[in-house]
Each structure stands twice: as C-alpha cells, then as structure tokens.
C-alpha cells in the first residue's frame, strides 16, 4: 500500500568463521518470518551477517560471488525484499555494504560503508555515496554501524526526503547506551523513522554485541525493541503520514542554519 511499509529485522544468532552455518541460521529465520507473518516488504539481517570472524586475505572473489548468490536465493525463497549487510571483494579491495535483494532477483539498492570504525579503517575501502531507494512510497536512506555516529548523514538524507533510515550494525559493548540514543536522536532530530538491526551477543576478540534491535518513530519513541533475545524478530508498519506529520509540528529542516556552520566544518583539517 502507498505511503504505508511493513517491516522486519531479524536478530540472528551468527557464529565465527562458519559462513556454512551462518547460511542455515539465516535461511531458517528469513522463513520463519516468510511463514508467519503477512505482506511484509522488508526484511532486515545484520551488518556482515554471514562473514564475522573470517579472515579477510581468505575473503576472495569465490566466496564473495556466493555471498552475494546467497542473498538473492533469500529474496527469491521469501518472496520479500532483503536488506542483507554483506562484505564484497571488488578489484580495489573490500566493501561493508548493505544490498537490498528484491524477489525477482533485482538489486534495489546497493550501499558501500563510509565511515569505517577503527581497524576497519586499515582493512577495508570506504564507501563515498549515500544510497536511498524507494518502496511503496517510503523513501529509505541506508546507514551502516559507525555511520549512526554521524549526524551529518541522516541529516543529508532527511533533507532530500528520506521517511526512514535503514541501519544494519554490529554494534557492541561498552558503547550499549550510545546505540539506543543514537536510534533515538537520528529518528527525532530528523523527523523519520529509524529502523534498525544488529548483531547479538559474543564475536571475536571478547567482544560481545549489543542487539536491541528496534524502531523508533519520528517522535523518537522506541516502538519496537529485540532487547538481547536471540533468534528473534520484530514487525512494524512505517507510516509516511507520520513523517508529514513530524516535520509539521517540529520544523528542524526548516530551521537549519548551513549558512552559519557549514563554513566552521570548511576549517576542520580533513584526513
């Protein structure tokens, strides 16, 4: 339906270094969703769903061909757009991408990471366009983890029309608080949706993730929240209503000052 979008993200229990079984836990998630749950149009998996824990020189063109396989079989098995958080081996090197997989096997939207967090920054190439893609009159902005820090890119997308941000992460303690006000202060600072998935519970390193995978409307009220289960889902409609309504009652895109601030930016010493 215009104007409306039903979404859901799942927070899928994931291992190190078993693309193989990462594949069955997926697959058996993106069902059970397919199975229970009507006219849904989006699904979301976490960044680098399949990949964590593999090391990256191991990472060839092969696997990340059928990576990319994988996902469209998803799309195709579920009959739902997917919105998967991949890595792809091009020829300048590696991508954290997010790629939405359509049923019918077209790539609706495909978004390289821009702002790499700390050893990513040694491994992978960064990213260096914003993506949004439409479904059903939603217009959807893609984040990735560390992009969420940057209030420069939801602001970006929310300027050019974006109805919700769509952030697929890996994102981890000690640093639990900052994801929920993240979530929280992209969605009401711009006056849209945030939808949001991420990984949960122990990754490399000791390293455990934060999940509470949620929604949070234009107001900034939490309205979904995965908590730290695992193996689970949520489902909520996106209303476009409700953004209009947003940016009715608080104006922040109107009130904006770039005039003021953009040249302060100019005399930062940019890397």
């Not at 199975?35 to 989006?42: A, F």
């Not at 519970?201 to 949070?216: D, L």
Request: hydrophobic share 40%; net charge negative.
């Amino acid at each position: 339906m215009d104007g409306q979008l039903k979404v859901a993200a799942v927070q899928v229990t994931v291992e190190q270094n078993n693309i193989k079984k990462n594949m069955e836990n997926v697959e058996k998630m993106a069902m059970t969703v397919a199975e229970n749950e009507k006219n849904v149009d989006l699904i979301l998996f976490h960044e680098a769903c399949l990949e964590s824990g593999i090391q990256l020189p191991e990472f060839d063109k092969k696997l990340s061909d059928e990576i990319h396989d994988f996902w469209k079989s998803i799309a195709k098995k579920v009959g739902t757009n997917v919105l998967a958080g991949r890595l792809e081996r091009k020829e300048d090197g590696i991508y954290n991408k997010a790629t939405v997989y359509a049923p019918d096997g077209r790539i609706l939207a495909d978004y390289a990471k821009i702002h790499l967090f700390n050893s990513e920054r040694e491994t992978l190439i960064p990213g260096k366009e914003l993506v949004m893609f439409e479904l059903n009159g939603i217009k959807i902005g893609i984040m990735i983890c560390a992009d969420f820090g940057f209030p420069e890119l939801s602001r970006a997308y929310a300027v050019n029309g974006c109805h919700m941000l769509a952030v697929t992460s890996s994102w981890a303690y000690p640093d639990d608080d900052l994801w929920t006000i993240c979530n929280q202060a992209r969605s009401s600072e711009n006056g849209v949706y945030c939808v949001s998935v991420d990984r949960i519970g122990p990754a490399g390193n000791g390293c455990i993730k934060v999940g509470r995978s949620m929604v949070c409307n234009p107001d900034g009220l939490i309205i979904a929240n995965l908590w730290e289960k695992t193996d689970t889902y949520y489902v909520q409609t996106i209303y476009r209503e409700e953004v209009e309504k947003r940016h009715q009652t608080m104006k922040w895109l109107e009130w904006l000052r770039p005039d003021l601030y953009t040249d302060w930016l100019k005399t930062y010493k940019w890397d």
